[in-house]
């Protein structure tokens, strides 16, 4: 009798212990699902944070067009950071659709469209059903996020308004939070995240959300070796067992359940660090985006980015300047359909080498098209090249103006025996220094201005290569430096050497001008003789 009332008092022990077990799991479970539904919530609460930063940006634009270089910098910034971001909209006080920006393949309103819900509430935080059928969320589950600026700056009031999209959010926020925890989160009957659920396994905490004016859900199922389990079976087995080792085992029983208290706590202190963790995290990312928005704005040089397919991604004002090119025109295209004329010119070939070789390529081109020399430093990157130039227009034409006065130096060319020219490319008009004319035995009255004149006095084996020399000259591909021989009315043959350089362009009466090329003769060592 005494055993069977030692047994009966055991076996009351290890139910009660057993249950203090479950009902301490099923508040482990809770705060799990309480984190879940915290990180969640501070995530677009993040987010929402930096769309109302975008808008207070924006607000403080001087005008319209100031305003849409801004939206297009921070748009294409906050959209490649944030990918759960599917599109950026920015609405007038009319509601209607003014700008917008989003990612690949992702539903937009059109410029000129008028948004199909009331922006105010959700600018304030209340629920718009209208919101959740907008076409900004059409073919997933999300949110509308609405950032409201009341008319700073002498503007009315407009909106900045995102779409959410939380198959990509949720992932990424739950990526660290409880990994071996299996869940599932629904809205609107369709699943957005899922993580080792157990088939056939109901779910052991199922919590129903308000959200954006529909109903979201929260299912939490025990971690791996934390399912509760009936101990009916594990009783009765202690009903036969002697009185020490029941007393035994209902100690090793309590000794587990403080062990678990004791996780369970540890377990509320690390979510709550990863939680903070995070916080800072995104604060670090928004102070760097702030920090790269104002150094790209700053640099003096004109600087702009290609991608990998050679199109335009960034192109700050002194570029636009330089280029003579809005923004607008250029960004998303490719630069040889922007500047056809670099195609086949050292411009394609530097880019192309740095690309290739992930060197740094410097160097000096005339471009016709701009009719301005450029020095240009192309940078490889991850993907494509960073390009930094600058106009050396100036300092080409002070070259020039050093060449010429030392070429036409009268006295200079009569010692040195060195001629001087200059071709104008637009008239076609070459001109020759007193010392050219000795050199080719030629009186000045005699001569026939233009480079057919000069050919006529080329021996004809060397022609060609002076032709080739003198085209490249004229395109603007670097300085000729050739020898060839000339035939003089005496019927002596000499050998001259050409040097000769592009030029900047002269002005002509009327303001306009061409462009000049500009060069020396001098006579070689005589190393044959031709009759």
């Given at each position: ?65 100031a ?68 076409r ?34 949720f ?19 369709r699943?957005?995240?899922a ?5 056939g ?19 939490l ?30 100690l ?77 025109e ?25 690309a ?79 010392e050219?004319?000795?050199i080719f ?69 009327a ?21």
């Amino acid at each position: 009798m005494a055993f069977l009332v030692v047994a009966v008092l055991s076996a009351a022990g290890w139910w009660a212990i057993a249950r203090h077990d479950d009902r301490l799991a099923e508040a482990v479970l809770e705060q799990r699902a309480n984190t879940v539904q915290a990180a969640l919530r501070a995530s677009i609460v993040a987010r929402a944070e930096s769309i109302r930063r975008m808008a207070q940006r924006l607000a403080q634009a001087p005008d319209e067009a100031a305003l849409e270089r801004q939206f297009d910098i921070d748009a294409r910034i906050y959209l490649q950071h944030y990918p759960s971001l599917r599109s950026l909209t920015w609405a007038g006080p009319d509601r209607v659709v003014r700008h917008v920006l989003a990612q690949p393949g992702a539903p937009v309103l059109p410029a000129g469209a008028t948004l199909e819900f009331d922006p105010d509430p959700l600018a304030v935080g209340n629920a718009e059903p209208a919101a959740s059928r907008s076409r900004l969320l059409e073919g997933s589950n999300g949110e509308l996020l609405v950032a409201r600026n009341d008319g700073e700056s002498g503007h009315q009031a407009a909106y900045l308004v995102a779409a959410l999209d939380y198959g990509r959010l949720f992932p990424d926020v739950l990526e660290g939070i409880e990994p071996g925890l299996p869940l599932r989160i629904s809205q609107g009957g369709r699943v957005i995240h899922a993580r080792g659920v157990p088939e056939g396994v109901a779910a052991a905490l199922d919590r129903q959300v308000a959200n954006q004016g529909q109903e979201a859900r929260i299912e939490l199922w025990h971690a791996s070796g934390e399912a509760l389990t009936s101990r009916f079976g594990d009783i009765l087995f202690v009903a036969g067992l002697l009185v020490g080792a029941l007393l035994a085992l209902a100690l090793h029983l309590w000794t587990r359940s403080r062990e678990r208290a004791e996780q369970a706590e540890r377990a509320g202190e690390a979510l709550t660090m990863q939680i903070a963790e995070n916080e800072a995290a995104q604060e670090a990312r928004r102070a760097v985006e702030r920090e790269l928005s104002s150094v790209f704005e700053s640099i003096s040089d004109a600087f702009y980015t290609l991608d990998d397919d050679w199109r335009f991604v960034l192109v700050n004002p002194r570029a636009e300047q330089l280029m003579r090119t809005p923004r607008q025109e250029m960004v998303g295209k490719r630069v040889w359909d922007v500047f056809p004329a670099a195609l086949g010119t050292e411009i394609e070939t530097s880019f192309r080498r740095a690309a290739a070789e992930k060197i740094t390529v410097e160097f000096d081109v005339y471009f016709l098209p701009l009719a301005s020399w450029f020095n240009a430093r192309v940078f490889p990157h991850p993907n494509g090249v960073a390009v930094y130039f600058q106009d050396v227009s100036a300092r080409k034409r002070a070259e020039l103006g050093m060449l010429k006065a030392q070429a036409t130096s009268e006295r200079a060319q009569r010692l040195a025996q060195l001629g001087s020219w200059e071709y104008d490319l637009s008239t076609g008009e070459l001109h020759w220094s007193e010392e050219v004319h000795r050199i080719f035995g030629i009186a000045e009255a005699r001569l026939a201005r233009g480079l057919p004149a000069l050919l006529e006095r080329v021996h004809f084996d060397d022609r060609v290569a002076l032709q080739q020399a003198q085209r490249r000259l004229h395109n603007g591909e670097g300085d000729i430096d050739i020898e060839y021989r000339v035939l003089r009315p005496d019927g002596e043959t000499r050998i001259v050497r050409e040097l000769g350089t592009p030029g900047a362009r002269r002005a002509g009466p009327a303001g306009g001008g061409g462009r000049l090329a500009a060069g020396h003769h001098r006579p070689s060592p005589q190393r044959g003789c031709a009759a």
